[in-house]
């Protein structure tokens, strides 16, 4: 939506509002053949801690115990695919440079994810060593909107958090094993167990027609060109949060650390306890540290 007296905020003149077009098109194609991803569902075997879970809060609003519960299941019934895809930009505009979107894409690739259920652990995405697109034109244009007194218009990554880790041992699967996620998304969760609206606002719910999605995602395990296997975990915790810094950042900090078997590779803003090299960093130069490192 336009900004209040008619303007555009950076990001939609590029990306496009309902009353303006975008400054851009992009296809994604199959190279070759991709494979699909079987099974189209998992199951974590939980029963016995969510029964613990369920019940605590049930006794806590009065009502009896359940004898029983299911394992915790996700479903993903269309079929996930894997597999090589070719990413094609065209401009739309003669002054957009499509390097820009080259330079989101870069970033996504090292720490986020790309397309639907990302939040279930789909979406990495990697590039060819001679592949990967450029970053400055992107710090370039991020420079050139970080006026003074306009910072409001950056990406919200002082909001934001960043890290890798390999699968955690004490999960009980093997490293690639995709259960990983769910074992240690299960953990995440359990952070906030006393806290249900906390709960529920960082990690999602689903209330009959109400929907509440989560503000923290962590990938699949998946291997690197190095032979070496890993996940990644990142999230937003807005800045209007209660209590942001105990509440949410170092409860996830400590608990990600305690499950991985070497040092956790954390990112945060601002945060030099956690993350020194961040220290003196302004918004736009922490962006270019993600997209270098």
Not at 38 to 53: E, H, I, T
Not at 254 to 262: D, E, I, M, N, R
Request: proline content about 9%.
């Amino acid at each position: 939506m336009p900004a209040p007296g008619g303007k555009l905020d950076p990001v939609a003149g590029i990306f496009g509002t309902t009353d303006r077009k975008r400054l851009f098109s992009m296809t994604v194609t199959k190279e070759g053949q991709t494979a699909p991803i079987v099974p189209r569902q998992y199951s974590l075997p939980n029963r016995a801690a969510k029964l613990a879970d369920i019940n605590l809060r049930r006794a806590a609003m009065g009502k009896p115990p359940l004898k029983d519960v299911q394992d915790s299941t996700w479903y993903y019934p269309s079929g996930a695919r894997d597999g090589d895809l070719a990413v094609r930009m065209t401009k739309l505009r003669p002054e957009f440079d499509p390097k820009l979107v080259g330079g989101v894409l870069r970033f996504i690739s090292r720490w986020g994810a790309l397309g639907a259920k990302a939040q279930l652990g789909m979406g990495v995405i990697g590039f060819p060593i001679d592949g990967e697109p450029s970053y400055g034109e992107l710090v370039g244009w991020l420079n050139m909107i970080a006026m003074p007194g306009k910072e409001a218009k950056l990406p919200a990554v002082d909001s934001m958090f960043f890290a890798k880790l390999p699968p955690p041992a004490t999960s009980g699967f093997s490293p690639e094993d995709r259960r990983n996620t769910f074992w240690l998304k299960y953990q995440v969760r359990e952070l906030w167990r006393s806290n249900q609206t906390l709960r529920h606002e960082m990690m999602g719910s689903v209330s009959g027609n109400t929907r509440l999605g989560a503000r923290i995602s962590l990938s699949w395990p998946y291997r690197l060109l190095s032979g070496h296997i890993e996940m990644r975990v990142w999230g937003w915790a807005p800045g209007g949060l209660a209590n942001r810094d105990a509440l949410v950042l170092q409860p996830i900090f400590k608990c990600l650390s305690a499950a991985s078997p070497t040092p956790l590779g954390w990112h945060e803003y601002g945060a030099t306890a956690r993350d020194p090299n961040s220290a003196g960093l302004n918004r736009v130069e922490f962006v270019e540290q993600l997209l270098s490192t």
